[in-house]
C-alpha cells in the first residue's frame, strides 16, 4: 500500500517568514495530492491541491509543487501569519477520476507555530 | 450545503455501554468514510462506504459497527469500547467517480471510554 512521510514534525518561524513542508509518497500510481490544515479541536479543512498533471499550482500565499519523477511534494506558505499555526497533513491517493472514491493516506502531520 | 454534520459533538460513556455517532451530508456525495483521530496524529481510516455499500473495512474491531440508511446518512453504532477507543471520531463524503479525491470532514465526535 502506499506510505506517505511528512518532515518537518515541527516547524517554527517567525511571522512574515516563509515555511516549507516536504512529503514523500512510495506508490507510483497516487495522482491526487491534498494539504490538509487543522487547527486546535477542529476538523482537517483542504486548503490546497495537486493533480498529477501538474507540477504547481498556488493560491495566494499557498502555493504545492510536486516532483513526479522523485515522488515528492512541498507546501509553501509565504509571508506567515499567527493564524497559519496549526497541524498540516499531506496526503497521496490513486483515485482522482476513474470510478474509485478518496481513501487518502495522510502524512504523520507537522506543527507550524508562527510566532508574532 | 457543503457541510457534514456530525452529532454528538461529545461522548462519555462506559465500557458496556452500547451508543451511536451520527453523520449527515447533503452534497450528493455517494462516499463516505469513518475516520479515527488520535491527538495530533493523522486521521487512520476505518471504513468506507461506496453508493450505501461498504466497501472498505480497515480491520476495524468487531465493537466498531457502520451503518448507512441511505446516500445521505452514515452511522457508527458503538459496543464494549475500551479506554484506548477514545479519539476524535471524524465524518467525511465526497464524490465518486469524475475528479474524485476531495474530502469533506464533518467537525467530528470526541469520545471518551472510561
Known amino acids: 500500500g502506499e506510505n506517505v512521510e511528512q518532515h518537518p514534525s515541527t516547524l517554527s518561524v517567525q511571522e512574515g517568514d516563509s515555511a516549507v513542508i516536504k512529503c514523500t509518497y512510495s506508490?507510483?500510481?497516487?495522482?491526487?495530492f491534498p494539504w490538509y490544515k487543522q487547527e486546535l479541536g477542529k476538523r482537517p479543512q483542504l486548503i490546497i491541491d495537486?493533480?498529477?498533471?501538474?507540477g504547481e499550482k498556488k493560491d495566494q500565499r499557498i502555493a504545492v509543487t510536486l516532483n513526479k519523477t522523485a515522488k515528492h511534494f512541498s507546501l509553501h506558505i509565504t509571508e506567515t501569519q499567527p493564524e497559519d499555526s496549526a497541524v498540516y497533513f499531506c496526503a497521496a491517493s490513486d483515485n482522482a477520476g476513474g470510478t474509485s472514491y478518496g481513501k487518502l493516506t495522510f502524512g504523520q502531520g507537522t506543527i507550524l507555530t508562527v510566532h508574532p | 450545503d457543503t457541510e457534514v454534520t456530525q452529532t454528538p459533538k461529545h461522548l462519555v460513556m462506559g465500557m458496556t455501554n452500547k451508543k451511536s455517532l451520527k453523520c449527515e451530508q447533503h452534497m450528493g456525495h455517494r462516499a463516505m468514510y469513518w475516520y479515527k483521530q488520535k491527538a495530533k496524529k493523522p486521521p487512520e481510516l476505518m471504513f468506507v462506504y461506496s453508493y450505501e455499500k461498504l466497501s472498505i473495512n480497515e480491520s476495524v474491531p468487531s465493537r466498531f459497527s457502520p451503518e448507512c440508511p441511505n446516500s445521505s446518512l452514515l452511522n457508527l453504532h458503538l459496543h464494549a469500547l475500551q479506554p484506548e477507543d477514545s479519539a476524535l471520531y471524524l465524518c467525511a463524503s465526497s464524490q465518486v467517480g469524475g475528479l474524485a479525491g476531495e474530502l469533506f470532514f464533518g467537525e467530528g465526535s470526541r469520545l471518551t471510554v472510561l
Open positions: 495537486i493533480r498529477s498533471n501538474v
Open positions: 506508490d507510483s500510481a497516487s495522482n491526487y
